[in-house]
């Protein structure tokens, strides 16, 4: 069981590299280009979100695991913008070799679980992968219709790429496979009058809004130490952590719940900002300040969408359900291997005793994923024997 929990840990390791791959779209505020690990965050939200437009038959659960790991092979292969001339079988080959490097760093049998879900997004024939690559297909078309400084935007003309791709690339798919946002598309573009109906323009309201949350800057680094992570991309490698680590959970769990937990548990701050679990704080005065928030971002979609995954959000902050208690504990441990990997990280930032880490985060996981904890032991007692910070 060690050997495999090191698998797995190496691989979560590995693929942190994702959020230095920068696309050509930027965000929503046009401050820096989206890179594919938010990127692959914000696009399981929209398959939350837009999911009652797919045919009936799609798998949610199915979208959402293809959209959070579509993108990893571009930790080797990098991305390649529509606009631009590039021998696509030259880079199919490429992002085949690097799924192999990439997902061969876990055990045999989740490593062909990966693959095989990464070929059938590739293939988009199954209803899950059809929508799933109508909305690939899409966000980056609302990334540039709605963004604040469109005209500022280097180096190319972000509008004529959208236009070209809808107009004769790969979105004109959209008219058949998600005509809502082909038809909203086609009227911020001046091309008809009629958009999207009053649904999807509030679902897309919500999914534009939440673009915020990719500037939220959180006290955790990147594996590399390269620069701080914020929480959108931090959504994504948790959802991965869940995938990856399931089977650790101390309890039953439904993985699907705890990936949709895990895609929405930081919205709040979008409002709230982010609170280092080793700073210190007014708990009671952040709880008010989340719920404002969580009131504010859940009330923007439609009422009863918006009240369901209100509910989920509240259920993650209680941490009572077998679920819940999961997906916290997932969520603390990933700070602590980004805290090991770059020599200690925002322990010594925050001058973190042993001690302090298993009051604060080392029982959450433990909880959730004692054998998780239970490796981990050794990197964590070597790191602050050396920092004596016992």
């Not at 696309?23 to 979100?49: I, T």
């Not at 798998?59 to 991305?79: C, P, T, W, Y």
């Not at 979105?171 to 005509?179: R, S």
């Amino acid at each position: 069981m060690t050997d495999r929990i090191a698998q797995q840990v190496a691989f979560l390791t590995e693929i942190d590299k994702l959020k230095a791959v920068d696309r050509m779209n930027p965000l929503l505020d046009g401050s820096r280009p989206e890179n594919s690990a938010e990127h692959s965050w914000h696009l399981a939200l929209y398959a939350l979100v837009f999911w009652d437009f797919a045919h009936e038959d799609a798998d949610l659960s199915a979208a959402i695991r293809m959209l959070l790991l579509h993108d990893i092979v571009e930790i080797d292969a990098g991305d390649h913008p529509i606009h631009l001339v590039s021998d696509w079988s030259v880079v199919a080959e490429k992002e085949a070799q690097a799924a192999e490097r990439i997902f061969g760093f876990l055990p045999a049998d989740q490593a062909q679980a990966l693959r095989n879900d990464r070929l059938e997004f590739e293939a988009g024939i199954s209803p899950a992968a059809y929508f799933a690559n109508m909305l690939d297909r899409c966000q980056p078309i609302f990334q540039t219709i709605f963004n604040e400084k469109l005209e500022q935007l280097p180096p190319v003309d972000h509008l004529d790429v959208v236009k070209a791709n809808l107009s004769t690339g790969r979105a004109t798919h959209l008219k058949d496979g998600f005509p809502d946002a082909y038809a909203e598309a086609s009227k911020q573009l001046g091309w008809q009058e009629d958009g999207g109906s009053e649904i999807f323009l509030q679902r897309l309201a919500f999914v534009n809004e939440v673009d915020r949350l990719k500037s939220v800057l959180r006290a955790t680094t990147l594996c590399d130490g390269s620069r701080r992570e914020n929480s959108g991309e931090h959504s994504w490698h948790i959802a991965m952590y869940a995938i990856i680590l399931a089977e650790h959970a101390d309890r039953p769990i439904n993985i699907d719940r705890v990936i949709q937990m895990l895609l929405i548990h930081d919205l709040v701050e979008i409002d709230a900002g982010d609170k280092p679990i080793h700073g210190d704080h007014d708990v009671a005065e952040i709880e008010a300040i989340e719920q404002a928030a969580a009131d504010r971002i859940f009330g923007l979609l439609p009422v009863d969408q918006g009240q369901k995954l209100r509910a989920l959000w509240d259920e993650f902050e209680a941490a009572e359900s077998d679920d819940a208690v999961f997906a916290k504990s997932v969520d603390r441990v990933q700070p602590v291997i980004a805290n090991l990997e770059t020599g200690g990280g925002s322990w010594i930032e925050y001058n973190v005793s042993r001690q302090q880490l298993e009051d604060r985060v080392g029982w959450k996981v433990a909880k959730g994923a004692p054998s998780l904890w239970e490796h981990l032991q050794a990197r964590i007692r070597e790191w602050f024997l050396e920092n004596q910070l016992l």
